[in-house]
């Protein structure tokens, strides 16, 4: 259930550092027109969605899990979920950082505060090396060193 939740504060920072992306790449203009309709911007802002949706769907199925399955088979999705949560999370809030350009350097925008958030949630209870071991070692049946 922890690992559930922990997925579920990763997949809610990530859909707040895509929110805060694309407002400010809609709003920026360069050049005359907003940096959102270059297309380079455009790639960098579907890289993030599709990164968040896929660690939104593995929280779901963690969620479900931890409700519906045996606690084997819950704890295996709980795994995967924040594994993949922890390893997209960081790419979204860096995609963040890039998007906001040097305006995520500032205390004005809390992009700052979602990177540190996101660093500390793939760390608790084990980053994704280490959950990603410990599925190995489960579906193997060998004990984790």
């Known amino acids: ?3 559930a939740l922990l997925t579920a504060d ?3 920072v990530m859909q707040s550092a895509v929110a805060a992306a694309t407002d400010y790449v809609q709003q920026r203009t360069q050049f005359g027109v907003a940096v959102g309709t270059f297309q380079a911007v455009q790639h960098l802002a579907a ?5 968040l949706e ?3 769907s593995s929280s779901w199925y963690a969620a479900w899990a931890a409700d519906e399955l045996d606690p084997v088979d819950a704890l295996l999705a709980a795994q995967q979920a924040k594994a993949y949560a922890s390893r997209v999370g960081r790419e979204v809030v860096e995609l963040q950082t890039q998007l906001l350009g040097g305006i995520a350097i ?9 990177v ?4 500390l949630d793939r760390v608790t209870l ?11 070692a489960t579906l193997l049946g060998e004990e984790l060193r």
């Not at 890289?47 to 990164?51: E, N, R, T």
């Not at 205390?107 to 505060?113: C, L, M, N, Q, S």
């Not at 540190?116 to 660093?119: A, C, D, E, Q, T």
Request: hydrophobic fraction near 50%.
């Open 1 to 3: 259930l922890a690992l």
């Open 10 to 12: 990763l997949v809610g």
């Open 47 to 51: 890289d993030a969605k599709v990164l």
């Open 54 to 56: 896929g660690a939104r």
């Open 106 to 114: 500032t205390w004005e925008e809390r992009a700052h505060v979602r």
């Open 116 to 119: 540190r958030r996101v660093l």
């Open 126 to 136: 084990g980053d994704e090396f280490r959950l990603e071991d410990a599925i190995a």
